[in-house]
C-alpha cells in the first residue's frame, strides 16, 4: 500500500487530519490564509523536528532543495523563513495544545497495560517534574529567570507505563513547580510521584481528597508527631523506618490535618538517606521506595527530548511562538510513539527517531524500515552469541 510513498508522507498517515482541522476551526485559525494554512505550518515544523533541523532557515532551505517532492512529502508548497516566522507568531498556539492533547488521550491507552519494574501494582503511575530551558531575557523579555536570566519552564506529567507525557505546561522561569499543582486535575486512585519542589500541602491535600496518592521527598525541617511505627521491616533491603505521622505547624497542620505516612530509606548506591512522605497506606514501604525511584524516568525524558527534539534552539521569540514549538516537539515524539506502537517495534523511540531522521526521503514502506533494522539486530545478538559460545 506505501509502496513509491516517501517515509515523511507515510508517517503523516498516522495524524488524523479531521481531528487536526477541528482544532484550526475552533480557534479560526486559517481565517484569512491564502496558500499556507495551519496544516502546512503543522507538517512543516513536524519535518523540522523529526529531521533535527536547528532553524526556521534550516527547514525552509531543506525543504526548498527538494521543492519536486514536496507535494509527494504531502507538502503543499515551500514558503520562506519569514513567513514561517509570522505564522509561528500569529496563529494560535492552542490550536497545537489541543492536538497534543488529543494525541495523549490517544497514545496513552496504547501503552497502558506496560509494567513498571519491581512494582506489581493496578493504578496509574505519573512523574511530575520540569525542566528550564535558559534563554536571553533581551530577546524573550516575557519569560523573566533567576538571576536576571531569561528562562522557560516545561512542566510535565509522565505516564511512567511507556513513558507517554499525560500533561504539559509552559511558562516563564520564575514560576514555581509547587504551582502546577493548582492545574492538575488529579485522577482518582493514580499515584503521582514528585521531589520536594512539590511540597505545598494544601494541593497535596486537593490530591488526598480527590482519592488520588502522592509520594514525595520530606523537607528536613518538617515537624511532626509520630502516631503508630511498623518494625516488621526487613532493613537488608535498604528500609530504615515506616511511621503514620500527623503534622505539627500550625498552618501545615491546618493546611494538612489527615495522617501521613513517612518512609525512610537508604540508598547504598548514592550513600543516601532518603525520607519519602505519602498518602498511601496500602502499598508496602519498599514499593514507595521503588516507585520514586522510577521518577528519573521524567528526567531521562526530559535529556531525551532535549537532545533529540529541537528544543534548546527556540524557533521564535513571543510566548505564543514558544508554546506552538514546544507543542510540535510534543505531538512529534507522541507520532513516533504511535508508530512504534502500531507496528509492534521492539526498538525504543529514540531508535526509531534515529531512523526515520534519516529515512524521509526514502520510499522503503515503514514496516519494512524498522523490521529490517530488528532484524540486523538480531542477527548481531546471535553472531555475539555465536562467537561466546565459541570461545567457552
Given at each position: 500500500?506505501?509502496?513509491?510513498?516517501?517515509v515523511?508522507?507515510?508517517?503523516?498517515?498516522?495524524?488524523?487530519?479531521?481531528?487536526?482541522?477541528?482544532?484550526?476551526?475552533?480557534?479560526?485559525?486559517?481565517?484569512?490564509?491564502?496558500?499556507?494554512?495551519?496544516?502546512?505550518?503543522?507538517?512543516?515544523?513536524?519535518?523540522?523536528?523529526?529531521?533535527?533541523?536547528?532553524?526556521?532557515?534550516?527547514?525552509?532551505?531543506?525543504?526548498?532543495?527538494?521543492k519536486?517532492?514536496?507535494?509527494?512529502?504531502?507538502?503543499?508548497?515551500?514558503?520562506?523563513?519569514?513567513?514561517?516566522?509570522?505564522?509561528?507568531?500569529?496563529?494560535?498556539?492552542?490550536?497545537?495544545?489541543?492536538?497534543?492533547?488529543?494525541?495523549?488521550?490517544?497514545?496513552?491507552?496504547?501503552?497502558?497495560?506496560?509494567?513498571?519494574?519491581?512494582?506489581?501494582?493496578?493504578?496509574?503511575?505519573?512523574?511530575?517534574?520540569?525542566?528550564?530551558?535558559?534563554?536571553?531575557?533581551?530577546?524573550?523579555?516575557?519569560?523573566?529567570?533567576?538571576?536576571?536570566?531569561?528562562?522557560?519552564?516545561?512542566?510535565?506529567l509522565?505516564?511512567?507505563?511507556?513513558?507517554?507525557?499525560?500533561?504539559?505546561?509552559?511558562?516563564?522561569?520564575?514560576?514555581?513547580?509547587?504551582?502546577?499543582?493548582?492545574?492538575?486535575?488529579?485522577t482518582?486512585?493514580?499515584?503521582?510521584?514528585?521531589?520536594?519542589?512539590?511540597?505545598?500541602?494544601?494541593?497535596?491535600?486537593?490530591?488526598?481528597?480527590?482519592?488520588?496518592?502522592?509520594?514525595?521527598?520530606?523537607?528536613?525541617?518538617?515537624?511532626?508527631?509520630?502516631?503508630?511505627?511498623?518494625?516488621?521491616?526487613?532493613q537488608?533491603?535498604?528500609?530504615?523506618?515506616?511511621?503514620?505521622?500527623?503534622?505539627?505547624?500550625?498552618?501545615?497542620?491546618?493546611?494538612?490535618?489527615d495522617?501521613?505516612?513517612?518512609?525512610?530509606?537508604?540508598?547504598?548506591?548514592?550513600?543516601?538517606?532518603?525520607?519519602?512522605?505519602?498518602?498511601?497506606?496500602?502499598?508496602?514501604?519498599?514499593?514507595?521506595?521503588?516507585?520514586?525511584?522510577?521518577?528519573?524516568?521524567?528526567?531521562?525524558?526530559?535529556?531525551?527530548?532535549?537532545?533529540?527534539?529541537?528544543?534548546?534552539?527556540?524557533?521564535?521569540?513571543?510566548?505564543?511562538a514558544?508554546?506552538t514549538?514546544?507543542?510540535?516537539?510534543?505531538?512529534?515524539?507522541?507520532?513516533?510513539?504511535?508508530?512504534?506502537?502500531?507496528?509492534?517495534?521492539?526498538?525504543?523511540?529514540?531508535?526509531?527517531?534515529?531512523?526515520l531522521?534519516?529515512?524521509?526521503?526514502?520510499?522503503?514502506p515503514?514496516k519494512?524500515?524498522?523490521?529490517?533494522?530488528?532484524?540486523?539486530?538480531?542477527?548481531?545478538?546471535?553472531?555475539?552469541?555465536?562467537?561466546?559460545?565459541?570461545?567457552?
Open positions: 500500500m506505501n509502496s513509491g510513498k516517501y515523511f508522507a507515510q508517517l503523516l498517515q498516522f495524524v488524523d487530519r479531521y481531528e487536526f482541522d477541528k482544532c484550526v476551526a475552533k480557534y479560526n485559525g486559517d481565517f484569512r490564509t491564502r496558500g499556507f494554512n495551519c496544516w502546512n505550518q503543522f507538517i512543516q515544523l513536524f519535518f523540522g523536528q523529526l529531521t533535527s533541523r536547528n532553524s526556521l532557515r534550516d527547514i525552509c532551505v531543506c525543504l526548498k532543495a527538494h519536486n517532492k514536496l507535494y509527494h512529502l504531502g507538502i503543499r508548497k515551500y514558503v520562506n523563513q519569514s513567513t514561517l516566522s509570522r505564522a509561528n507568531e500569529g496563529r494560535d498556539c492552542r490550536i497545537f495544545s489541543d492536538f497534543g492533547n488529543y494525541l495523549i488521550s490517544k497514545v496513552r491507552p496504547m501503552y497502558s497495560k506496560e509494567g513498571i519494574s519491581g512494582v506489581d501494582i493496578a493504578n496509574e503511575v505519573f512523574a511530575l517534574d520540569s525542566t528550564t530551558i535558559s534563554l536571553s531575557l533581551k530577546l524573550f523579555g516575557w519569560a523573566p529567570g533567576k538571576y536576571s536570566r531569561g528562562a522557560v519552564k516545561v512542566h510535565a509522565l505516564d511512567l507505563r511507556g513513558s507517554i507525557p499525560a500533561f504539559i505546561l509552559v511558562t516563564d522561569g520564575k514560576y514555581h513547580d509547587s504551582n502546577t499543582l493548582d492545574n492538575l486535575v488529579a482518582p486512585d493514580a499515584i503521582y510521584v514528585m521531589d520536594k519542589a512539590y511540597v505545598d500541602f494544601a494541593a497535596l491535600h486537593s490530591i488526598n481528597v480527590c482519592g488520588a496518592y502522592f509520594i514525595t521527598r520530606a523537607k528536613s525541617s518538617m515537624d511532626f508527631t509520630v502516631i503508630e511505627s511498623n518494625f516488621n521491616i526487613d537488608r533491603t535498604g528500609l530504615l523506618a515506616d511511621r503514620i505521622i500527623v503534622l505539627n505547624g500550625y498552618k501545615s497542620k491546618k493546611l494538612y490535618p495522617q501521613l505516612r513517612l518512609v525512610e530509606y537508604y540508598d547504598a548506591e548514592k550513600e543516601a538517606k532518603l525520607v519519602f512522605l505519602t498518602n498511601n497506606f496500602e502499598v508496602s514501604a519498599l514499593e514507595i521506595a521503588r516507585l520514586y525511584r522510577h521518577r528519573w524516568q521524567i528526567e531521562v525524558f526530559f535529556k531525551w527530548i532535549k537532545q533529540n527534539l529541537v528544543i534548546k534552539s527556540l524557533w521564535g521569540h513571543s510566548e505564543n514558544v508554546n514549538h514546544v507543542w510540535i516537539a510534543i505531538c512529534t515524539y507522541l507520532i513516533v510513539a504511535m508508530v512504534k506502537h502500531t507496528l509492534k517495534s521492539k526498538l525504543s523511540i529514540y531508535e526509531i527517531m534515529q531512523i531522521g534519516i529515512s524521509a526521503f526514502d520510499k522503503t515503514l519494512d524500515l524498522i523490521a529490517q533494522d530488528q532484524k540486523n539486530q538480531n542477527v548481531k545478538e546471535q553472531m555475539l552469541l555465536n562467537l561466546f559460545d565459541a570461545k567457552s
